[in-house]
């Protein structure tokens, strides 16, 4: 089967404190969205699509050497409708879609691999990257069956019970979806929500009452599903990043 990625890069990162784009903040003296082309590129895929919009013309130029190809997302309406402005330029190809957030470059290309083969040795309509953390507060909680094979429902912290909120598994934002099915759930989801998005993670929900399996794969190593969104977090991720362990 073959191997599209795409990675997310359009983001304006308030909370950086700063105008330039999220991912062109630099970890140890490169963009943090350098590291993430690079470890994509290790998986030897067919085609990798960047999703641009703040300031696209910075982060084309910026990541110019790379064979990556560019879809603009202009104005931005969620995670939902970035994804959407990748259609035309995959609507050819037949495989599976990794999607990865250009913030996030802490994954390892081990792990990646790993994600894939576990998506089709299950034959999963979509698989979800997660990991258990100690204080899952603020991210989407991932309700398994009794057996643990499947994923039943991802809950968003404000949308969880009591119950619900005591689970420690979560959602990294790391994807993998059947390409075509992807496309035709995009195709369903609104924006009828409270901030008029289209939310990505609303296809799992198109895939649950169609009766799709959906899979979840969990890293052993939290760390690796780090996104950054303040000056803090990057410096954290640049330790990490310097261990030579996230490769």
């Not at 983001?11 to 062109?24: C, E, F």
């Not at 691999?113 to 990991?131: C, I, N």
Request: net charge negative.
């Amino acid at each position: 089967m073959s191997l599209a990625i795409v990675i997310m890069a359009a983001g304006k990162g308030t909370r950086m404190k700063s105008d330039l784009p999220k991912v062109l903040h630099q970890a140890n003296g490169r963009p943090v969205v350098d590291y993430v082309i690079e470890k994509s590129q290790a998986l030897e895929p067919e085609t990798i699509v960047l999703i641009v919009g703040h300031q696209a013309d910075k982060v084309r130029q910026a990541t110019a050497r790379f064979p990556v190809r560019y879809a603009l997302q202009e104005p931005q309406h969620g995670t939902g409708h970035a994804v959407m402005q990748a259609e035309p330029l995959l609507k050819e190809f037949e495989g599976e879609i990794i999607i990865l957030s250009g913030d996030a470059p802490l994954f390892t290309t081990a792990t990646l691999r790993e994600l894939v083969a576990f998506h089709r040795s299950h034959q999963a309509s979509a698989t979800v990257l997660t990991a258990e953390i100690d204080d899952p507060t603020g991210y989407g909680r991932i309700i398994r069956s009794d057996d643990g094979r499947e994923v039943l429902r991802i809950v968003e912290q404000k949308d969880a019970s009591e119950e619900e909120k005591a689970v420690t598994e979560i959602n990294s934002g790391v994807y993998v979806f059947n390409a075509a099915e992807l496309f035709e759930a995009l195709h369903s989801i609104t924006n009828n929500n409270a901030q008029g998005e289209y939310y990505l993670t609303d296809v799992f929900g198109i895939c649950f009452r169609k009766g799709r399996k959906v899979c979840a794969f969990k890293v052993s190593d939290p760390n690796e599903i780090r996104g950054i969104n303040t000056p803090d977090q990057l410096r954290e991720a640049e330790e990490l990043l310097l261990s030579g362990k996230y490769w």
